[in-house]
Every structure is written in structure tokens, then in C-alpha cells.
T-cell receptor, first 112, second 115 residues
Framework: SQQGEEDPQALSIQEGENATMNCSYKTSINNLQWYRQNSGRGLVHLIL?????REKHSGRLRVTLDTSKKSSSLLITASRAADTASYFC????????????FGKGTLLTVNP | KAGVTQTPRYLIKTRGQQVTLSCSPISGHRSVSWYQQTPGQGLQFLFEYFSETQRNKGNFPGRFSGRQFSNSRSEMNVSTLELGDSALYLCASSYQASLAKNIQYFGAGTRLSVL
């Protein structure tokens, strides 16, 4: 079953613009992670935020977490064509930290 | 360090056959997880192995099984293939870090087509 639900399902922007993707989940979590997938290949880990953290930065990425609303957002600033990919949020919960529950993902297209 | 290696990359089978997929984790990683990705269901957790023991299992029928060897390499088997088993199968490995900070490293996947 899907825990996270991303929106929008697809996003198309111009190079240099910022891209924001949102994720909602249903149960309490241990942590929330964002992954990127290029064209049906493997997933690449981007950033992890723990349940007791509210915001985290990594390069051009900014993630926020609101546990009261059970939601997270991923902001990519100054986007590049190479950022074109699908982005997934994934959560771990309970005692099962090695089982990631993924959302359906947001397909981001950055036009040059 | 070499990344997670999955073999084969592509596979075509017919209904009723069985298939075995292989995954070599990053050196030093003892946890291996398997996921199925389809356009309809998205990414779904199959199972996770650590030190040759299955620790977690997703909601898949018994036709899906796996194992892990003493060198942490893992195999996944699907018996009596159905058309709906066509998917990208992803393997991920993880070093047993703190429970709050697990990061999984994914292979490129095996794309299975069942005809």
C-alpha cells in the first residue's frame, strides 16, 4: 500500500525556475526520504529528514517536514535540465526501518 | 566502491515459467531489500534480508521468494509467472546504520517482461 502521495503528479518548468513537490503520508513515521529516478532506472537517495526535524538543506535542495499535517515538501532551486526525473518520497515507520513505503512520485520536466 | 549490481538487466519470460534475479550489494552492506515497480502500483516493497534472514516481508503472494547468501548477495525468485509480474525489480542495499538514519542504495534494476 502507498503511504506517501506526491503532488503534483507532473510538473513542467523552465531552467532556472524553482520546483516544489509535496508529499503527504498517513501514519506516524520514523523518517522521510526523497529519492530521484531517471527514466525507469534505479533510485538515487537525495535527502533524509528525521521525524523530529522540520527543515533540511542539501545543495540546491530544501526539504520541510510537518508531522502535524503529515506532509513534506521538496524544493529544488535554480533547476537544470539534468534535474528532469521522477521524484519519490518514502517513509519508514514503526520498527521497520528497512522497509521504505513510497509514494507514486512527481515527474519533473525542466525545459532548457 | 562498486555500487549495487543487478543481473540480468532485461529478461523476457512466458507465463508459467519461473525466474531468478540476482543482486550484489555494496561491499560491507548487510541489508538487502527488493522492490517491484509497475506503472499501476508504483514502488512496492517485496522483502528485506539481513545476515541471511528475512526480516521484513511485503504483501506479495508466496510465488515471490528470496534468499541471501553469507556474502550478502541476494536472489529473488518468482515462480509460475503471470502477466502482471511484468515490472522493474529493484534491489537496494543498506549499511546497518542507526535506525533513524537508514539510507538505501539502489541498483539499476531488472526489467522483467512476461509474455
Amino acid at each position: 500500500s502507498q503511504q506517501g502521495e506526491e503532488d503534483p503528479q507532473a510538473l513542467s518548468i523552465q531552467e532556472g525556475e524553482n520546483a516544489t513537490m509535496n508529499c503527504s503520508y498517513k501514519t506516524s513515521i520514523n523518517n522521510l526520504q526523497w529519492y530521484r529516478q531517471n527514466s525507469g532506472r534505479g533510485l538515487v537517495h537525495l535527502i533524509l529528514i528525521r521525524s523530529n526535524e522540520r527543515e533540511k538543506h542539501s545543495g540546491r535542495l530544501r526539504v520541510t517536514l510537518d508531522t502535524s499535517k503529515k506532509s513534506s515538501s521538496l524544493l529544488i532551486t535554480a533547476s537544470r535540465a539534468a534535474d528532469t526525473a521522477s521524484y519519490f518520497c518514502a517513509t519508514t515507520s514503526g520498527g521497520s526501518n528497512y522497509k521504505l513505503t513510497f509514494g507514486k512520485g512527481t515527474l519533473l520536466t525542466v525545459n532548457p | 566502491k562498486a555500487g549495487v549490481t543487478q543481473t540480468p538487466r532485461y529478461l523476457i519470460k512466458t507465463r508459467g515459467q519461473q525466474v531468478t534475479l540476482s543482486c550484489s550489494p555494496i561491499s560491507g552492506h548487510r541489508s538487502v531489500s527488493w522492490y517491484q515497480q509497475t506503472p499501476g502500483q508504483g514502488l512496492q516493497f517485496l522483502f528485506e534480508y539481513f545476515s541471511e534472514t528475512q526480516r521484513n516481508k511485503g504483501n506479495f503472494p508466496g510465488r515471490f521468494s528470496g534468499r541471501q547468501f553469507s556474502n550478502s548477495r541476494s536472489e529473488m525468485n518468482v515462480s509460475t509467472l503471470e502477466l502482471g509480474d511484468s515490472a522493474l525489480y529493484l534491489c537496494a542495499s543498506s549499511y546497518q546504520a542507526s535506525l533513524a538514519k537508514n539510507i538505501q542504495y539502489f541498483g539499476a534494476g531488472t526489467r522483467l517482461s512476461v509474455l
